[in-house]
T-cell receptor, first 109, second 117 residues
Framework: LAKTTQPISMDSYEGQEVNITCSHN???????ITWYQQFPSQGPRFIIQ???TKVTNEVASLFIPADRKSSTLSLPRVSLSDTAVYYC??????????FGKGTRLHILP | GAGVSQTPSNKVTEKGKYVELRCDPI?????LYWYRQSLGQGPEFLIY????????DSGLPNDRFFAVRPEGSVSTLKIQRTERGDSAVYLC???????????????FGPGTRLTVL
């Protein structure tokens, strides 16, 4: 399974757009890219998944360049409630998800 | 509808004791997963069930850990001779399907916080 690298922590302000980039240089042809969000004392929650180009849903957008060696999760107009840990995962065996330490996003008022 | 539920929410036990942690997946979900999470770390995969069978148990740390899903729905994670290092939050997740099929997003329960004294 491809290893991912993402910033340990990020701070932003309410109303801003937040972009969290994840590096996965060894991504394989069949690998998908998935992002999860986790609030304190809760289990992770699926945000978005993509394979290439751009994917958008009601929560976020996921940008994947042509070489797929990185991906960027974009959260539009964040609020205090977006403070959480965000995990980037890649793999073709989606049954077994390998989580890293994630990015701790702290939204300031 | 109801999400994934886990019981108990908290469990305190003494070193050497046996514990069982229960997971009720979302109705109709065929795949079920167990993870454990230590403070400041991401969830660590333990075992994955497809139906009643364990499709991948490579994450179980040793033979003190065992999990069952006898009827393809509820699952129980069993830990024998607990050690202080087993203290963690144990998370359960379920998904409608497995593999790369649509619907394989995992839905997580709130977890069981296990403390071994």
């Amino acid at each position: 399974l491809a290893k991912t690298t993402q910033p340990i922590s990020m701070d932003s302000y309410e109303g801003q757009e937040v972009n969290i980039t994840c590096s996965h240089n060894n991504i394989a042809t069949n690998d998908y890219i998935t992002w999860y969000q986790q609030f304190p004392s809760q289990g992770p929650r699926f945000i978005i998944q993509g394979y290439k180009t751009k994917v958008t849903n009601e929560v976020a957008s996921l940008f994947i360049p042509a070489d797929r060696k990185s991906s960027t999760l974009s959260l539009p107009r964040v609020s205090l409630s977006d403070t959480a840990v965000y995990y980037c995962l890649v793999g073709d065996i989606l049954d077994k998800i390998i989580f890293g330490k994630g990015t701790r996003l702290h939204i300031l008022p | 509808g109801a999400g994934v539920s886990q019981t108990p929410s908290n469990k305190v036990t003494e070193k050497g004791k046996y514990v069982e942690l229960r997971c009720d997946p979302i109705s109709g979900h065929t795949a079920l997963y167990w993870y454990r999470q230590s403070l400041g770390q991401g969830p660590e995969f333990l075992i994955y069930f497809q139906g009643t069978g364990a499709a991948d148990d490579s994450g179980l740390p040793n033979d003190r850990f065992f999990a069952v899903r006898p009827e393809g729905s509820v699952s129980t994670l069993k830990i024998q001779r607990t050690e202080r290092g087993d203290s963690a939050v144990y998370l359960c997740a379920s998904s409608l399907t497995s593999g790369r099929a649509k619907g394989n997003e995992q839905f997580f329960g709130p977890g069981t916080r296990l403390t071994v004294l």
